[in-house]
């Protein structure tokens, strides 16, 4: 194994991306984790320790922003968390469950059960705001086939006010506004 990695060529990226733009060649870079655990944007302190958002590119590639094209927002048919922090459309009964087992969502590695619930359109509008998304994808619709109801979370309310405007405190108290 350490030989074949011996292999390679050690190359400064950022010139070989840009070299790459610059002459015409696309380029595709892909996130990890969801723009709510953004360091800057997400529900901290519930948060990773660094950038999720498309501006992550930027930083992490050495690519100015102006060069980034498309923008493909990828989201579930419903909403997943992993670990702590707030989560206000989480189901605890057995639709949560019938959606974790469906959808498979138990952690890679540690097979730890992730937290299911409804989509959440005040978290996507925010998150595609935040990212500039030019085209949304849509995965997992399957996993709520065999559901006789869907939910679709379009606002919260929070101490009797309506907003579709993802506060910047989340963890207090907060009603999903459902259709």
Not at 55 to 68: H, Q, S, Y
Not at 163 to 170: G, N, V
């Amino acid at each position: 194994g350490v030989e074949k990695l011996k292999s390679f060529q050690v190359i400064d990226s950022e010139h070989f991306i840009n070299k790459s733009l610059t002459s015409g060649k696309g380029v595709l870079a892909e996130g990890a984790q969801g723009s709510m655990l953004d360091i800057d944007f997400g529900s901290y302190p519930f948060v990773t320790s660094s950038n999720t958002i498309c501006a992550g590119a930027c930083t992490g590639l050495g690519v100015a922003p102006r060069k980034i094209g498309e923008v493909f927002g990828i989201f579930k048919a419903y909403c997943t968390r992993v670990g702590s922090g707030p989560f206000p459309t989480e189901l605890f009964d057995k639709d949560g469950q019938q959606m974790r087992d469906l959808g498979r969502e138990y952690g890679s590695v540690t097979g730890r059960p992730r937290r299911c619930g409804w989509i959440d359109l005040v978290a996507l509008r925010y998150a595609i705001m935040l990212n500039g998304v030019t085209k949304l994808v849509m995965m997992k619709s399957d996993v709520l086939d065999t559901f006789e109801t869907i939910k679709v979370c379009v606002a919260y309310n929070i101490n009797g006010q309506e907003t579709e405007d993802l506060p910047f405190d989340i963890t207090g108290n907060i009603e999903p506004v459902f259709v």
